[in-house]
């Protein structure tokens, strides 16, 4: 290959590494925002994920004489979901159950969260008296990838399909399983009749509560997978109180640049994942850096700008999103 393919092969690569805990995110909100509960939180949400989740399997290897690596992706994946559900259940209780404002819970939970993610990370890291990471054995398991080295070594196709780890094949089926579940289901049909218009659902039999609360809590623990995702890839299967710093207000950006769709959300978490890695690739001088990483967001605004000039009501966040229901208003 010539030198400048081999550098868009690079790039593409790295941008669907650094997309896929984005993806995460995105889903995991887009469900919770179907249901019309707008959770701002999933920053600490993926805190808490990325901190559990490394957790998790680092005491397991500690604790294990011959750790099994299929187990190790399947204990961070269910820590990672519990601090994300957790997180988002109390989310629930305050907005649904109490009927706190949702704007300002969210942004609550993003600090608690954050602060909660952080807190335990250090507190390992202080406890150990050192790095938290795990061994070399098992993070081969959580970055590499699942195909043989045959289909990876295919020029250009090889590594762009198939020279991911784990977790993107799985981010994937869950965005066509989350499409196909809210598009050509009767209860994915139902939770989009809770978030468009509660009142009108409630009147038709469908329980507004119930579909709010698993929605969101359910969404919140995807969302904190792809901090665990991010951990177990990016940051090398290291604590970084830091590495994780914005990325869930970028799944937020994300959500509403794919427009509420999970299948969007495959492409544009590509293209996130490219703009938050362009000031690597793409050096000019006098470009400060700051400028390439506010790239996602002024997508964002521009989406959103052109979207409600065209009021098109596909293209349009579900219109009870962020609104408390008050049953006895009905």
């Keep these: 290959m010539s030198d400048f393919m081999t550098q868009f092969v690079a790039l593409i690569v790295a941008a669907i590494t650094y997309g896929t805990p984005l993806l995460f995110g995105t889903l995991g909100e887009i469900l919770t925002e179907k249901s019309g509960n707008l959770n701002l939180g999933v920053e600490g949400i993926m805190f808490m994920g990325g901190a559990v989740g490394l957790g998790g399997v680092f005491y397991y290897e500690k604790a294990a004489a011959n750790p099994s690596p299929v187990l190790a992706v399947l ?34 939970l993003s600090i608690f969260g954050t602060g909660i ?49 784990l977790f993107f094949y799985l981010a994937v089926l869950l965005a066509v399983g989350m499409y196909f579940f809210l598009n050509r289901s009767r209860k994915g049909l139902y939770l989009r009749a809770v978030g468009e218009n509660p009142a009108t659902a409630d009147a038709a039999g469908i329980r507004v509560t119930r579909y709010r609360y698993l929605a969101t809590v359910i969404g919140g623990g ?109």
């Excluded at 961070?76 to 957790?86: N, Q, S």
């Excluded at 070399?136 to 780890?165: E, Y």
């Design 75 to 108: 204990i961070a994946l269910a820590c990672a979901f519990l601090a994300g559900a957790f997180a988002s259940l109390i989310f629930s209780f305050l907005t649904t159950t109490l009927r706190a404002n949702q704007n300002v819970t969210g942004l609550a």
């Design 117 to 165: 993610g952080q807190f335990v990370g250090e507190y390992m890291r202080v406890r150990e008296g050192g790095y938290i990471a795990i061994g070399n054995g098992l993070k081969d398991v959580f970055q590499r990838s699942p195909f043989p080295a045959a289909l990876q070594n295919i020029p250009v196709a090889g590594p762009i399909l198939f020279g991911h780890s």
């Design 222 to 330: 995807i969302s904190a997978i792809g901090g665990m995702v991010f951990i177990m890839t990016i940051a090398g299967c290291v604590w970084n109180h830091e590495g994780l710093s914005g990325v869930g207000w970028l799944s937020v950006a994300l959500v509403i640049f794919c427009l509420w769709r999970p299948l969007s959300a495959l492409w544009g978490s590509v293209l996130f994942g490219a703009l938050m890695i362009l000031y690597l690739r793409l050096v000019i001088p006098f470009i400060p850096t700051q400028l390439y990483k506010i790239l996602p967001y002024v997508v964002t605004v521009v989406v959103l700008i052109v979207s409600s000039m065209r009021n098109n009501k596909e293209k349009q966040p579900p219109a009870g999103l962020g609104l408390p229901y008050f049953r006895e208003d009905r």
